[in-house]
T-cell receptor, first 116, second 112 residues
Framework: AQKVTQAQTEISVVEKEDVTLDCVYE???????LFWYKQPPSGELVFLIR??????QNEISGRYSWNFQKSTSSFNFTITASQVVDSAVYFC?????????????FGQGTELSVKP | KAGVTQTPRYLIKTRGQQVTLSCSPI?????VSWYQQTPGQGLQFLFE???????NKGNFPGRFSGRQFSNSRSEMNVSTLELGDSALYLC???????????FGPGTRLTVL
């Protein structure tokens, strides 16, 4: 069975601090995709990144960066110099490519609160 | 390009009634997935439709059903509503398998 675990339920930081959100996944498939989504208070899930299982290169997009390590089945997300607008619930998700491509398996989410 | 739209945004029903939720995907997207979000269970996959065919189904009772039309618009139906069906129902569209899914604003269903 597949599973995504986000052990951090809530994180609170002060603006300009760096923060890392952890994500650990479980699957026996060798071909899969990993995702991060952001859910602001408005409720709509916003796509942040997709990474396939064959690409372990880290990615940086502005203040956001992602570290994918197959050896530890982790796909962690770091926000550098956090801002109040980063306050939201962040979800990590897993999708198997074959036969279940349209199904996202989500972690429980990490609620990030950035205080001014 | 218009995003995913869902109607209605809010709905209040009573136990035993049925409800139909609608989702219009991003133009050109043929895959539509539905998710239920509750505080206790988090985000759970309901089903996915692609070219009018249900391609995947989550672990929900048969009271939850859906369909997709030739223009890729999708509806989900919940019959014989229970209090536990109160949730935010999210629809997402994508080009195809394992592509990034783009979510709509959701329909907040309250069952009294």
């Amino acid at each position: 069975a597949q599973k995504v675990t986000q052990a951090q339920t809530e994180i609170s930081v002060v603006e300009k601090e760096d923060v890392t959100l952890d994500c650990v996944y479980e699957t026996r498939d060798t071909t899969y995709y990993l995702f991060w989504y952001k859910q602001p208070p408005s409720g709509e899930l916003v796509f942040l990144i997709r990474r396939n299982s064959f690409d372990e290169q880290n990615e940086i997009s502005g203040r956001y960066s992602w570290n994918f390590q197959k050896s530890t089945s982790s796909f962690n997300f770091t926000i550098t110099a956090s801002q109040v607008v980063d306050s939201a619930v962040y979800f990590c998700a897993l999708s198997l490519i074959y036969n279940q491509g349209g199904k996202l398996i989500f972690g429980q989410g990490t609620e990030l609160s950035v205080k001014p | 390009k218009a995003g995913v739209t869902q109607t209605p945004r809010y709905l209040i029903k009573t136990r035993g009634q049925q409800v139909t939720l609608s989702c219009s995907p991003i133009s050109g997207h043929r895959s539509v997935s539905w998710y239920q979000q509750t505080p206790g269970q988090g985000l759970q996959f309901l089903f996915e439709y692609f070219s009018e065919t249900q391609r995947n189904k989550g672990n929900f009772p048969g009271r939850f059903s859906g369909r997709q039309f030739s223009n890729s618009r999708s509806e989900m139906n919940v019959s014989t509503l229970e209090l536990g069906d109160s949730a935010l129902y999210l629809c997402a569209s994508s080009f195809g398998q394992a592509a990034e899914q783009f979510f709509g604003p959701g329909t907040r269903l309250t069952v009294l």
